[in-house]
């Protein structure tokens, strides 16, 4: 009932605020349109001005029993909706939300008119509409591979002067082997074969370009020559539905051949990509060989595929890793480590993990599976429902929002969460009548009977047959399979405690000599000795680069033993996300401004931020400490109520801070070690965390390059006591006392004289030293 009453909700607003533009903006409540918003990049090829929610939500409604509305948005879609508009769009995108969205209203229309009570004027029109955007796809697959280019202009189509496409040589094997399903739809609805040809010999050629000793097909192909450009494989983005048309083909279209292929590719993917709970992408050419640590939240879908292929445990295992990594974040984040933290945070309200819960539920009817559902909608109403609908997060950790309600939203979440919940008397027609495209568009299965083109001989070999004895099994209840009603808890429990506990490193034997715990990232120091000796040891070494930097670079074969090497790799995969989430959310620079006499806040220091402490609001006093801020300060009592300055070096930047704000300090400034440094000619430095929760820090810390730091320590060391400014931009400059402006030029002439002088002393007395 929420569901429902939500999705009705969210079709009035769309009605008032958004139609007739292609998306909702739920924030500022106002229709998304091409061009007329700041552009988002590959994301808005989905939109070509052509009503795209209204579209792609049609058979929700059906579904939903909001007939009534169904047939008034089929009559808005008919009088409103143009398909000729000079824009490019993306050919993935537009087979499964519009080419798919008008087939799937399309059904709709013809199962109740012939149910006679409902569409009874209809004949066929929005079956007219989907050929003619199937005829504007078309252009899109004139290559020498068959595989379609990835985008095509929608009046202009492909390479002419006024196209504006043409030009791309590579697409994603998703979007080159998803077009099956509605083009072949396309073909048997209206007689014409040559959409289903064209999608067959995209599907054709990306199966002969397979890795044939793995059996696994790359994430993007070159569409001219079939070279993969991208080598790695997994079951996420790029190449996730590649994989279930394949087997979906087979169920509308009841073809032997797509169910062969599939089986083939799925033993390679339970062979080398599956590590139950985990799915990790691997080398195509050496897939025993882990191409990533973390993993995208699209593959979410694949336990729904296993369960309609019928291999339940590993279904069940997987779904449980995705459902704790959602409840330790709220919602699954658009990419998560294999300890499942945080790579990518952004959360796009994604359909994919309710889809695989519906599935789960529908083959097991285990009451855990709405337990599920339960949580994924009552996150939804508390994190992501605003005024005029539900937002996309910008950050799962943070709970900030984006401006951006994709169509999908509703043409699939809302479905598979209502059908989740509904009981038999909810439907108004038999979903098992109907496939589910992986846009959630409903096909009828009766099209396997409709007249179509023969399929072309295969050169399908004997040795790519494939025993499929263990798959005889097709949605088993597991009930049925497992007789032991807690079996499915069994396997559920240990992913449970594995992502409380994310994922203890197993106990290990370790050679002589190396007793002590493996050094981990977030403790590594640069200047510690025994590090660096651990690093020796693990066969990493460390490179200090001209800007105050260091690289790691790591040869397992310099290491020590097998379980070095080994600790070494693991250590470099820690360093590399923790690298990734530091440089994750880029902040501005900030300023560190002299307000005191005689500066008057003309003299502003560019300063690096830190990913950690407070806003910076207030005018403070600050104080040279002479302390690397690394251990208790002795001068404690000197330091409280002012900002302390701080060498770089030693320990992390989250432990300097800590000591001073124990001394009592209310701010912090570091000094860079590195001479000669300056932000005139480095890039800005954000000073990272270490590894750890720092909500404790609660004092703002800046970063000053080794040239702005010295301005700072003369101005100190000529008037000992300076007012300073940290703060996110400088203030307006206070007013001066008013001085005759000769021997005010003056005077400030005769002190930067003085200070180069104390400044090329002090340097010379650094150069005896």
Known sequence: QTALSCCIYIGCVLQDHAYPADELMPLTCRGRVRGLEPSRGDVDDALGKFSLTLIDTLDTLVLLNKTTEFEEAVRRVLTDVRLDNDIVVSVFETNIRVLGGLLGGHSMAVMLKDAGHHMQWYQDELLHMAKDVGLRLLPAFNTSSGLPYPRVNLKHGIRGPESRTGTETDTCTACAGTIILEFAALSRFTGDPVFEVHARRALDFLWEKRQRNSNLVGTTINIHSGEWVRRDSGVGAGIDSYYEYLLKAYILLGDDLFLQRFNIHYASIMKYISQPPLLLDVHIHKPLLPARTWMDSLLAFFPGLQVLKGDIRPAIETHEMLYQVTKKHNFLPEAFTTDFRVHWAQHPLRPEFAESTYFLYKATKDPYYLEVGRTVLDNLNRFARVPCGFAAMKDVRTGSHEDRMDSFFLAE???YLFLLFAEEEDLTFNVEDYIFTTEAHLLPLSLSTAPHAPSPPTNTTSEEELDDSNFDWTCPNTRLLFPDPAFPRNLRDPIRSAVDKSCPRPAIHREPGMGRPPLRAQDFMANNPDHLELLRRMGVSLIHLKDGRVQLVQHATQAVSAVAAEDGMRFMQEMMELSSQQQKEQLPP?????????????????????????????????????????AE?????????????????????????????????????????????????????????DGRNTDDVTLPLLFLFYKEGNILLEALKEYREVEVLLSDKARDREEEPEVDKDSSRKSVEAMMADWREDLEAFQQMEDEL
Do not use: W, Y
């Open 590 to 630: 900030r300023a560190v401004q002299i307000v005191s006499h005689p500066f008057f806040g003309r003299v502003v220091l560019t300063s690096g931020p830190a990913q950690f402490g407070t806003d910076l609001s207030k005018s403070i006093t600050g104080v040279s400490v002479s302390s690397f801020g690394c």
């Open 633 to 689: 300060l002795s001068n404690a009592a000197f330091v409280q109520g002012r900002i302390a300055l701080l060498q770089r070096g030693q320990c992390m930047f989250a432990e300097k801070a800590r000591h001073i704000m124990k001394a009592g300090a209310i701010g912090g400034i570091v000094i860079d070690d590195n001479e000669g440094s300056s932000s005139d000619t480095a890039p800005l430095f954000q000073m990272a965390g």
């Open 413 to 415: 979440m809302f479905k």
